[in-house]
């Protein structure tokens, strides 16, 4: 059985849920969790006991996967609902858990992040500052994470949303040696803490929880908020990726999909997430 069960996920792909999954099952297993932002953070695993690692930015350090006692679940999100989701939250996140969002930038005549995005008037000019800043970030980290490693349970944020019986984790829960009660209980918890279970209802969601999930977790939302001279640039930029992390079979095919939606009218401002 694998010592260290490891989480990886990327921004706006399903962290949240993942956070509060993974803390509800350390504390119903008696287990701790460690986010493992850096090499450095490598002290914090213990010697022999069981334990959770985290990194929400898809990445551990290469000392972690010399190890034979690892394994790891790692999951993704269509790049394009990343962008239309990060560009939203980029809009309103506070300083805990997004410093980045609030530091004044030299190369943006001093104000922060968020400041710059809000300033700026079209749904367009917004999404392209996100497409060049956040999200080519997000991006590289997915392209950086050594794909192919057999330890790797890859999941995605799409397949996720589907899983209403809770099959697919229970098998990323198998992967990391969990089985009988422990297995059955952590299937619980990813229900409890899903859009389409214990949070189903607005009403059962802790009030920190509503803005990363305003948009129900809506998937494809690219199909019909994405403008399209920006999903134009898009194909340019990130066709290529698209490809590669098994979202589209070419660069540029799926332009032909965008959707005119009902209501596009301040679609990246305001009632997603």
Known sequence: MPRLMCFATHHKSGTVWMRRTIQAMARAYGLDWHGIWRDEAMWKVPARSRCFLVNWAGYFPSDLWKRDDVAIVHVIRDPRDIMLSGCVYHHFAGKQGEKWLHVPRTDLGGRSYQQHLNA??????????????????????????????????????????????????????????LEGEE??????????QSLFGGMAKMDDRPRHLMGHVASEGALKRWETELPPAVAEVYAERHGADLVALGYEPDATGWLSRLREPEHRAEATSRGSG
């Open 120 to 177: 700026l008037e079209s749904d367009e000019a917004k999404l392209l500052f996100e497409m060049e800043g956040k999200h080519r970030e997000t991006v590289e980290e997915m392209r950086a994470w050594p794909w192919g490693d057999d330890r790797a349970f890859e999941l995605k944020y799409e397949d996720l949303m589907a899983d209403t019986d809770c099959s697919l984790f229970g098998a990323a829960l198998a992967h990391l040696g």
């Open 183 to 192: 297995l059955e209980a952590g299937k619980k918890m990813f229900w409890e």
